[in-house]
């Protein structure tokens, strides 16, 4: 579909240059500019050739030697009888270019129109045999099944339930429940997204719709909006299905507002024409549709509300262990030697996808086909590694990563560390070097959630906990090599801190005032107020965090050294490195 596109934009280019230059040759040569008198004395030294006759002020013309200029125009009778009788040329050709102009432009614009014309009709075409390209047809008996997925335990988990839906629709129904009508899972590229899409057709025995949202982003408007409705229209037919729409951002993009933001009326139309189509379908009918992009954050927020995307899985980038279950799952197919150690080759490739590590077991076997010895060695395998993260760069990428990593895992390790220390009634439920879809690194904490007031303490201590990973950082690597890795860890202690003085009242300097309404009536000078106090404010509880973690360094340590080799720890794993230091709390 990109393909008409793309003639199109280069049949109106051709178009635009032949109107350029059509109009450019017809221009009159540009003139050297003569007075009435040297042009007669030209004239009568027998220098010019040829002149343009009209009726406007200036007239034109060539000397012998094909030069040109202009002089004023005499308008008087018989000149024209003058000049030839001296052996010019006259050319009224000037009021006959105006014709050829008008001429052109209707050419031009004639053009034009049997252009658009024709690709207006492709693409329609390209609409109507949409039903017989191959995007529409489904793929049925589908072989992948959740044993194709290493790793993701918990995105199979939550789709698990989707798949009994999509195969007891009416045992839903008679409890009334309503089922999520689309998944979106999100996650970086090559992390298994499609396949899980795939999986769960599989798993379900239910044919297995694929299509990419820039499928349907067209030029003409109203063309994605008939491209969804068909696609429904097939997947209806075909009964029970799974529909999976590739790179959804491409037609859902948040409308940011930006210059070219604004409104798109192509893309709603596309976007709204998906919309109604989810909403339309009946809860038993068993049509799941699940979605995946690298990002949630850039998704139009309509996309998510109740009862469209409504569940979000996050797929992640596997973790060591995860990873030398996916080599294993992929080498199950080739004549492994007995040397290859696949636990290392897993500790030796953090940051890789799935596909990535399927693409390594590959390029390990072609390198050892071409040497033909029966086996694929460590050696192949170390080669194919070079050519797997080569083109990226060409310096040692395997130092440059640990380095990040140490950065991250003393980061992260400060982050879980003050939570035990000063909130241990918090759950930390997962801390990880792997990059998420949220981060560089990956912490993430339970507060009990049924709090329904925040007490002060609680905010100091929620600020000291997104303060922590910097200051691991610095005490750590020392004050010159702090990262950009606490952004969102800033951003957060700032908005807390800022509530706490503007509109909770609780700091003794700012008091108990409400800065927002003193600012709404006119105290315009509170602002530098509040920003003189929340600095020092958060002066303060940084220093105290740099203590916590200098007073506990060995532990710091300790977690962080697991992090390394482990790359996540559960609850579990985190509490016993704690105790295993015996941490002076
Ligand atoms: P995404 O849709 O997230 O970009 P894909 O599903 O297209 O990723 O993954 C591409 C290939 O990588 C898969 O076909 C599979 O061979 C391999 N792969 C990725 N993740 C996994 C995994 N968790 N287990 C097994 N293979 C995987
Ligand atoms: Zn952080």
Do not use: W
């Amino acid at each position: 579909m990109r393909r008409i596109r793309m003639v199109y934009v280069a049949a109106i280019l051709v178009i635009i240059a032949i109107a350029a230059s059509a109009t450019f040759l017809m221009k009159p040569p540009q003139a050297e500019k003569l007075s009435y008198n040297d042009f007669i004395k030209a004239v009568d030294e027998g220098k010019v050739e040829k002149v343009y006759l009209n009726d406007s002020d200036v007239i034109t013309g060539t000397y012998t030697d094909g030069r040109a200029f202009s002089t004023d125009n005499p308008r008087k009778e018989g000149f024209k009888e003058e000049l030839l009788k001296k052996d010019i040329v006259v050319d009224e050709r000037i009021k006959q270019m105006q014709i050829e102009q008008t001429g052109g432009i209707i050419l031009t614009l004639g053009i034009f129109g049997v252009a658009l014309l024709l690709f207006q009709k492709r693409a329609k075409q390209a609409q109507g045999g949409f039903g017989k390209s191959v995007l529409l047809s489904p793929e049925e008996n589908i072989k992948v099944t959740f044993d194709s997925i290493a790793g993701n335990a918990e995105a199979k988990e939550s789709m698990q339930e989707l798949i009994d839906f999509i195969k007891y629709p009416d045992k839903y129904a008679r409890y009334g429940a309503r089922l999520p009508r689309g998944v979106i899972l999100y996650g970086p590229p090559g992390t298994g997204k499609t396949l899980m899409a795939k999986a769960v057709a599989g798993e379900a025995g239910v044919p297995f719709f694929a299509v990419s949202g820039s499928d349907f982003v067209q030029v003409y408007v109203g063309v994605g909006a008939a491209r969804i409705r068909d696609l429904f229209k097939k997947a209806r037919e075909s009964g029970k299905c799974v529909i999976f729409i590739d790179e959804i951002d491409a037609m859902g993009k948040k409308r940011d507002g930006g210059p070219e933001g604004g409104s798109n009326d192509e893309r709603d139309q596309t976007l709204n024409a998906l919309l109604s189509e989810m909403s339309g379908f009946n809860d038993n009918e068993g049509i799941v549709v699940i979605a995946a992009t690298n990002r949630l954050d850039t998704l139009d927020e309509a996309l998510l509300r109740p009862g469209r995307f409504d569940r979000h899985i996050e797929i992640e980038l596997p973790d060591v262990n995860s990873r030398l279950r996916i080599l294993e799952l992929h080498s199950r197919n080739k004549p492994l030697d007995k040397d290859v150690d696949l636990r290392k080759v897993a500790r030796q490739t953090a940051y890789f996808s799935g596909a990535k590590l399927e693409s390594l077991l590959n390029e390990a076997a072609i390198i050892a086909a071409r040497s033909d010895c029966g086996h694929i060695r460590m050696e192949d395998i170390d080669k194919a590694f070079y050519t797997v993260i080569a083109g990226a760069e060409k310096k040692d990428r395997s130092t440059i990563a640990q380095r990040d990593r140490e950065i991250t895992a003393h980061h992260e390790a400060g982050h879980a560390l003050v939570t035990k220390l000063i909130a241990p009634e918090n759950r930390v439920t997962k801390v990880t070097i792997i990059p998420s879809a949220r981060g560089a690194g990956g912490f993430s904490m339970n507060i009990p959630p049924d709090r329904m007031y925040h007490r002060k303490v609680d905010m100091e201590n929620s600020i000291k906990i997104a303060l922590a990973g910097r200051a691991a950082e610095e005490l750590v690597f020392g004050p010159e090599n702090i990262t950009t890795g606490a952004a969102n860890d800033l951003e957060r202690a700032t908005s807390i801190l800022l509530d706490m003085v503007r509109r909770f009242g609780m700091k003794e300097k700012s008091g108990l005032l409400n800065y927002d309404v003193l600012y709404r009536n006119g105290f315009a000078q509170v602002q530098a107020d509040v920003v003189n106090d929340i600095k020092a404010y958060m002066d303060d509880l940084y220093a105290i965090t740099l203590d916590m973690l200098k007073a506990n360094m060995h532990v710091l340590k300790r977690i962080a050294n697991s992090l390394l080799e482990k790359e996540s720890l559960d609850e579990n794993d985190l509490e016993a490195v704690i105790l295993s230091t015996k941490a002076a709390v």
